[in-house]
C-alpha cells in the first residue's frame, strides 16, 4: 500500500525535464551486452521501430577482444571491465571474490571465455515447472537455434544461418584430447555434442567464434545493424536512473561526457545491464526492497522485496597438474620463439594457441548415481596460473576445475549508495549449503580418477595444487574454501516468476509496473546447469519475439 501510494506521488525518479536534452525513442535499452545487442537488432530490423541502445562502456575497439586468448588479457582491463569484487564471503574463508563483466559493446559476451554450453533440456522444464509458461525446453529450443549458425550444420538441435557463429576448436592439441580418453577410461561416455540429445559425458567444447575469431553479441548482433537508421547507439552513456509518470516507465536519465541526458521511451524501456547492474538500477530508480531504499534515501515507486534477491553463481576448484612432456601453452608463452610463433600461426591463418577459449575439453558427470542430469561440469585447459587471469607458470602445466551446476546457496544485490557509480555489495554465499560442499568434494575425487587414468599418464606427473596431500574430506572442503573462485555466471536478482519474490512475469515485464522489462542473466528463474551466455542469448531472442507481438 505504501509503496502504491508512493508510486503516485512525484519522486526523485520522476520526470521532471530539469535538462534540457531529451529525446524520444519507440524503446530504449539500457546496456549492450549478450542480451542488449540482441534486442538491438531484433526490434530495430523492420524499421518500423526507433531504438537507442545505451552502453556505459566503450566501443569494441581493444584487439584483444577479438582474440579468443585475449579474455586472459581482458580479465583486469579497467577500460573494458567493471572489475566487481564481493564483499568478503563466509563460505570461502571470508575472502572477496573478483568478479569481472564485461563494460564494452558486446559486455560480457566481449571478455569472457567464449563456451558455447546451453545447459540441460531438464533445466528449462524445471523453468517451466515453476510456473514460466513458454519457457519448457521445447519452447527455447527453437531459439537456440533462431540465433545460431552452427558450423556443424543443422540437426535436431541446431540451427543455421543465424547470427551467432558456433564452431569447434581450430587446433590439434594432444593434451586436450588424452584428458577426454582418460575420462572415458574413468567410466564417463564419450558425448559429441554437449548441446544435443544429452549434456552428460566427455568431450570438446564448442566456442561463439567465427573462423577464429570472437563472435559476440556486439559482432553477432549490433554489426550487421548499426547502419540502419532507426538505431541509434550511445557508447560512454551510463544510465543512472529510470524516470516514472505513476507507475509507468517512462525516460531513462543517463550521465555521457559528463552531462545529463534523459531518453524517453514511447513504448517501452528494456533493462538489459546484466545480474549486477540491472538489480542495481532498478534499486537506484525506486524499484527494490522498500526498507533498502529508504536507508539510501530514494523514494519508494514500488516495495519489490525480490530484486536483488535470489542471486546465484557457479563456484569452481582448479586441480593444477604438472605435465611431463613440453606440448602446454605455458611452454608456448614461455619460449620467444614459440611465442612469436603462435602469433604469426595466428595472424597469417587464426589457428593455433590463441584460438583456447575458457576450456577445450570437458566433462559432465553425476556425483551420485540417484541423480536425474549430471551436477559437475569439469572445465580442462592446457595451461595452468596459481589464479585465473594471472601469469602463466615457469613450468609445463594444465588445469582441470571442478564447477558444480546447479548450487542450493543464494546470495543478494544491494545497492550501497544512492549515487549510481557506486558498486553495489554483492553476496553470494558460495558453499552455504551442504550440498553444494558434498558436491565438491565428491566432484574432486572423480576428477583425479580422470587425471590418474591410462591415457593421461604420459603428461600428467604429479598434482601440484592441492596436492596429494589433500585427501580426507575435510581438507578438500578446506582446499575448496582456500582457493574456490567464480565460473563467472551470476544470475536470478531480477528472476522470473509469479510468487511474491519474483521480479518479472513470463513476458519479463516488471510486475507492478508499465512499460518495463528486464531482459538478461538476471530473469534466470534459477542458474542453468551450464555456462550462461548463451542462455542469455536466447533469452533475448525470445523476449524480442514477445515485445514485438505485445507492440501490434
Ligand atoms: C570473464 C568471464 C568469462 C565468462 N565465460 C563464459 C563462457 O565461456 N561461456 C559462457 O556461456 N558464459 C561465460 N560468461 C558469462 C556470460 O558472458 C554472461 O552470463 C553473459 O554475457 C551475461 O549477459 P547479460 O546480457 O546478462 O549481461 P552483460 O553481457 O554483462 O551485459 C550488460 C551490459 O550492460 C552494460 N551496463 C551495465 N550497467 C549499465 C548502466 N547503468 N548504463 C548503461 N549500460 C550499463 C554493461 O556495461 C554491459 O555491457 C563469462 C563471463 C565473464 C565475465
Redo the contacts with the bound molecule.
Keep these: 500500500m505504501e509503496a502504491l501510494r508512493a508510486g503516485k506521488q512525484m519522486n526523485n525518479n520522476q520526470m521532471n525535464n530539469n535538462n534540457n536534452d531529451a529525446s524520444e525513442f519507440d524503446y530504449v535499452i539500457?546496456?549492450?551486452?549478450?542480451?542488449?545487442?540482441v534486442l538491438a537488432n531484433r526490434l530495430s530490423a523492420d524499421g518500423k521501430h526507433s531504438v537507442l541502445l545505451?552502453?556505459?562502456?566503450p566501443r569494441d575497439t581493444n584487439i584483444w577482444i577479438h582474440v579468443p586468448l585475449g579474455?586472459g588479457k581482458?580479465?583486469k582491463e579497467k577500460t573494458v571491465?567493471?572489475m566487481y569484487q564481493t564483499e568478503p564471503e563466509p563460505g570461502l574463508d571470508g575472502r572477496q571474490v573478483f568478479?569481472?563483466?564485461?563494460?564494452?559493446?558486446?559486455?560480457?559476451?566481449?571478455?569472457?571465455?567464449?563456451?558455447?554450453?546451453r545447459g540441460q533440456h531438464e533445466d528449462y522444464d524445471r523453468w517451466r515447472q515453476r510456473g514460466n509458461i513458454g519457457w519448457g525446453f521445447d519452447d527455447v529450443l527453437p531459439y537456440f537455434k533462431k540465433a545460431e549458425n552452427q558450423t556443424r550444420g543443422a540437426d535436431d538441435y541446431h540451427g543455421i544461418g543465424g547470427p551467432l557463429s558456433v564452431s569447434d576448436w581450430r587446433h590439434a592439441d594432444p593434451l586436450s584430447e588424452a584428458f577426454v580418453k582418460a575420462a572415458v577410461e574413468a567410466g564417463i561416455p564419450f558425448n559429441p555434442d554437449f548441446n544435443g540429445a544429452t549434456q552428460e559425458g566427455t568431450g570438446f567444447?564448442q566456442?561463439?567464434t567465427r573462423r577464429g575469431r570472437r563472435a559476440s553479441?556486439a559482432f553477432s548482433y549490433l554489426r550487421p545493424a548499426k547502419g540502419r537508421g532507426n538505431l541509434h547507439i550511445e557508447t560512454s552513456?551510463?544510465?543512472?536512473r529510470l524516470v516514472f509518470e505513476g507507475r509507468r516507465a517512462r525516460a531513462?536519465e543517463?550521465r555521457q561526457n559528463g552531462a545529463l541526458r534523459t531518453a524517453r521511451a514511447r513504448k517501452e524501456i528494456l533493462v538489459?545491464?546484466?545480474?549486477?547492474?540491472?538489480p542495481?538500477?532498478l534499486q537506484l530508480s525506486g524499484i527494490g526492497p522498500a526498507g533498502l531504499l529508504k536507508t539510501h534515501g530514494i523514494n519508494v515507486v514500488l516495495d519489490a522485496p525480490g530484486v536483488g534477491n535470489d542471486l546465484q553463481d557457479h563456484l569452481q576448484v582448479r586441480i593444477v597438474m604438472r605435465c611431463a612432456q613440453r606440448v602446454t601453452l605455458n611452454d608456448v608463452v614461455n619460449h620467444p620463439v614459440r611465442k612469436v610463433m603462435a602469433g604469426m600461426q595466428y595472424a597469417a591463418l587464426r589457428k593455433g594457441p590463441l584460438t583456447i577459449?575458457?576450456?577445450t575439453s570437458g566433462a559432465f558427470f553425476k556425483t551420485d548415481p540417484r541423480l536425474a542430469t549430471p551436477d559437475i561440469q569439469i572445465h580442462f585447459i592446457p595451461f595452468s596460473t596459481d589464479k585465473?587471469?594471472e601469469q602463466l607458470h615457469p613450468f609445463s602445466g594444465f588445469t582441470a576445475s571442478v564447477c558444480q551446476l546447479r548450487p542450493e546457496s543464494r546470495g543478494s544485490l544491494k545497492i550501497k549508495s544512492a549515487d549510481?557509480s557506486v558498486p553495489p555489495e554483492i553476496r553470494i554465499n558460495y558453499l552455504a549449503a551442504e550440498t553444494d560442499r558434498t558436491a565438491f568434494i565428491d566432484g574432486i575425487r572423480i576428477l583425479r580418477k580422470i587425471l590418474a587414468a591410462p591415457a593421461l599418464k604420459p603428461y600428467a606427473v604429479g598434482e601440484v595444487d592441492p596436492g596429494p596431500k589433500v585427501a580426507s574430506d575435510d581438507e578438500l572442503l578446506d582446499f575448496c574454501r582456500r582457493t574456490g573462485s567464480t565460473?563467472?555466471?551470476?544470475?536470478s536478482t531480477c528472476r522470473m516468476g509469479n510468487d511474491p519474490l519474483a521480479v518479472v512475469d513470463q513476458r519479463l515485464r516488471v510486475h507492478g509496473i508499465e512499460g518495463l522489462r528486464v531482459?538478461?542473466?538476471?530473469v534466470m528463474p534459477d542458474l542453468m546447469s551450464?555456462?550462461?551466455?548463451?542462455?542469455?542469448?536466447m533469452i533475448?531472442e525470445k523476449a524480442s519475439d514477445m515485445i514485438l507481438e505485445d507492440a501490434r
Design positions: 539500457v546496456g549492450a551486452g549478450s542480451a542488449g545487442c545505451l552502453e556505459a562502456g579474455y581482458l580479465f571491465n567493471w568478479q569481472p563483466r564485461g563494460k564494452v559493446l558486446g559486455g560480457s559476451s566481449s571478455i569472457n571465455g567464449l563456451l558455447y554450453v567444447f566456442t561463439t553479441s552513456a551510463l544510465a543512472q531513462v543517463y538489459s545491464s546484466g545480474a549486477y547492474n540491472s542495481q538500477l577459449a575458457a576450456g585465473m587471469g549510481p565460473v563467472y555466471h551470476p544470475t531482459v538478461d542473466a538476471s551450464g555456462n550462461t551466455n548463451a542462455p542469455t542469448i533475448a
